[in-house]
């Protein structure tokens, strides 16, 4: 068991997801867990449906907690860290889950001698699957890192990344539940178009899209050999195969990627 408070600036998608993998993973009661959410609702939502606690006032939540994490838009995160900065505790950890945000532009708000960590999560955290990174400022002690890293797999997978990779993480773990989300919906509707019903569509694509990514991960062949177990000679896979060339899925797949780094590049800059 965790024996830290933990509190979220923000109750959104992102937020809820790594909530709920916190919750299930039964390693911190949620009753040191706290949101606050500038819409009331979402935290008596929240509040509802794993147990924790809304705080009144992200001051009141500041005051609370032991480990803050960050889990509102980029664009409104060095605002909200700034008005709450004179409540944390001083010995208190901020963590940033903020796409573009640095660690310097968290510290001029927070202060140079705030400890902070910046982490890029994603949305599978919500079902104990969630991929994370972890990037500590100087003042963060090793066994304070690997508390942080320990609270993220305790939903998931997670490792300790230089800051400037954080862009390659946005595009191939933080963003991109979304590309697999379009693969899997695009499968399942060429599925309905052959007759399947639309419900067991999705479950045969996901549950394939799932196993596939399972065979990458434990049997350690590289997944060019896992695609040539599949095209059986003069087969039907092969002819599959041909058309996803032809129509550049892997140019599409690394462009689209390019343009999500840019994007956090950018986002860093401003
Ligand atoms: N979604 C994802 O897959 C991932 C997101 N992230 C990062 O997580 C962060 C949150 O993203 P996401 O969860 O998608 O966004 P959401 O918009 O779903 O959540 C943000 C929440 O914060 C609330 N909020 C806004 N301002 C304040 C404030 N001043 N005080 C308290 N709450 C406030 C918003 O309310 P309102 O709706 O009224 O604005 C909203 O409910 C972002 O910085 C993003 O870069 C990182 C990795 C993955
Ligand atoms: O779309 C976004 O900006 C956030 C960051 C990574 C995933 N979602």
């Known amino acids: ?18 909530i709920g993998g916190l919750v299930n993973s039964g390693k911190i009661a949620p009753s040191d867990i706290f949101v606050y959410d500038r819409k009331a609702d979402t935290n008596q939502a929240l509040a509802e449906q794993y147990g924790i606690n809304a705080a009144e006032s992200a001051d009141a939540l500041a005051r609370e907690v032991d480990i803050l994490f960050g889990a509102v838009k980029p664009n409104v995160i060095l ?5 709450l900065a004179g ?11 903020a796409a573009g945000v640095t660690l310097d532009s968290l510290s001029s708000v927070l202060g140079y001698d705030r400890k902070i960590v910046r982490a890029m999560p994603n949305t599978p955290s919500l079902v104990s699957e969630g991929m994370t990174s972890v990037t500590p400022n100087a003042l963060v002690e090793s066994a304070e890192t690997d508390e942080v890293v ?11 990344v230089d800051e400037y990779l954080i862009h390659s993480v946005v595009g191939v773990s933080g963003s991109a539940p979304a590309y697999v989300f379009m693969f899997i919906e695009a499968m399942a509707d060429a599925a309905v178009a052959g007759g399947m019903p639309r419900a067991q569509a999705y479950q045969f694509a ?18 060019a050999e896992l695609k040539d177990m ?40 401003s």
Request: charged share 25%; proline share 2%.
């Open 206 to 223: 996901a549950q394939t899209v799932k196993g596939a990514a399972q065979m990458v991960l434990t049997t350690g062949k590289h997944p």
């Open 1 to 18: 068991m965790l024996a830290k408070k933990i509190g979220f600036i923000g109750g959104g998608n992102m937020a809820k997801a790594i």
């Open 230 to 269: 599949v095209c059986s000679p003069g087969g039907t896979t092969i002819e599959a195969v041909k058309v996803l060339e032809e129509k550049g899925m892997r140019s599409a797949v690394i462009e689209a990627m390019q343009q999500c780094m840019a994007k956090s590049e950018k986002l860093s800059r």
């Open 87 to 97: 409540s944390l505790k001083k010995e208190a950890l901020v963590v940033s889950i």
């Open 150 to 160: 320990a609270i993220f797999e305790s939903f998931g997978k997670a490792a300790v």
């Open 79 to 83: 605002k909200v860290l700034k008005e």
